[in-house]
């Protein structure tokens, strides 16, 4: 009555004298009411409720469109800001620009099929400016990771960044683009999106778990707080951390997992996620719907998502034990980085998770030397002439290589690693030894769990993530339908794996979604940003733009006249524009490529 509103949100919030420290209240209407009334309802409570404490207000005021860093219940919560940001002609039909609201707020603003919007303007991952990405139907790509986000609502359409931006009121008066915005959510740039389509009567007692900790569990798992699900959601995490920005763990291998976790704990609990770390599960048992932990305890379930990830390969030679440093989680890396300032470092693989730690203990350690079985690193996936390249900035920066090269037995002595002979015979010392030779499966716990499963250990789903019936999976565990190949295929890539999470929480809750995405991956080596999309295990020829050699190119993976996939140094955003054109099925062919490097110059 005092801020004069009549609605499901009021009468719930009447009742939350009665809710209790776990604050399991009804909230379905928060998630679906707009901005101005739930500001103005938090602005009373937080003035006149003496039931309600400081963090129910906190959680509260995240759901509705804040993070616990910009919270967006408190003072100016009700404000706007309205401003002439442009005129028509200076954005034609089927162009972007970022503008000015205010005195520093920013938006996107685009002019798309006769209609002019306007959005965040920072990708929600690592704040790339979408300006400067790509345009495609109904949606922008960030330049920088392929992240995708709806250019009328600012939903995200696709990853690696977790939350949506926001979207801002568009009027046009003459010549003059008039765009109104809310000042916390421009100020915070990003929005939580969940919504519940059941009424508040209405009880679910089912219990959807999540077994794994990385993107496609959290992905999930507010996936299907979005569909409307209003059963239980326990999210099992072998590891005690919170779940983390996994990429990082070889980029910044100093940084402790709180500081790089997808999403603080307000999260979990204010979409009632039931986060259970530290809890690994032995066994699932898919006729009585059960999984078992551990420490021997078990817990039933309606559905079951497993998302596992990988584990750390490791090499079947004499002296390779737990002298030899592994990297999967965020401990191990900050000891590997404390361990090796001053050493000598010998790492074992050259491909992007040996060759970004070499970057990062390049100086730091005493020397770095690197032993990997191909002729250049990186050959596999970007091929001789890249991998040449790449190789020569790592030398000019001290690493040292020894290639076409495995290892024939690792020494130590007392306990300490103290040499490495190779097939040769050729032994030299070290002190440190760390294995980036790729990951395995994460399986193990499934052998008698009668699920399909490849003989190197993924489990098989369909284009839903469906395994069987009330069983689904994703992520670096799944051989999956990749509808770009034409094949099913197992990537563990980072922004595949939030695509499959999303995809198996909308299948869960009774929707028919098949999955499709273009696999789009990144690394970073000293500054210098390589970025990849596509799928190409094999090809007949790579047609370049620019020099490898100078290190600013990009590349094209062809097989007949097919673009299969398209790598890049320093030439952004041509892997998030020939990303997008994939998608959309309108990728050039190698013969159009050969003529113009430019995709964007043969689409229409």
Known sequence: REVGVYSPVTLSLIRLPLITPSYRFSSSHFFETKSRISFSILKYLKQNSNHISTHQLRALSITMGGKESTPVAGPGEDEFVEAVVAKTSEVPEGQMLEVTIG????????HQNGKLTAIGNKCTHYGAPLAKGCLGEGRVRCPWHGACFNTGTGDIEDFPGLDSIPSYEVKVEGENIIVKANKNLLKANRRLVVSASSSENVEDDRTFVIIGGGPASVVCAETLRQEGFRGKIILCCREKTLPYDRPKITKAMNEPAAKIALKPESFYQQLYIDLQLGKEV???NTTDKSITFSDDTTLNYNCLMIATGGKPRTLPIPGFNE???LLREPAQANDIATISQGKRVVVIGTSFIGMEVAAYLSNKAAIVECIGVSAVPFENVLGTRIGKALQQLFEEKGVKFHLNAGVKEIISEEGKVTGLTLPSGETFPT???????????????LKDSGLPM????????DEHMKVTDDVYAAGDIVQFPLPLAGKSVSIGHWQIAHNHGRVAGRNMVGKEESFNSIPYFWTSLFGKNLRYCGFAMEWDDIIFNGSPEELKFSAFFVK???VLAVASLSMDPVVSVSAELMYEGRMPTATQIR????PKSHVQ
């Open 454 to 461: 490849t003989g190197r250990g993924e489990v098989v789903v």
């Open 560 to 562: 007949g006249d097919k």
């Open 103 to 110: 005195e520093d707020g920013r938006a996107l603003l685009v």
């Open 431 to 445: 002190d440190v030894v760390i294995a980036g030779v790729g990951v395995v499966p994460a399986t193990d716990f």
């Open 323 to 325: 002298n030899v440093h």
């Open 282 to 284: 032995t066994k699932v």
């Open 595 to 598: 003529s113009n490097p430019d």
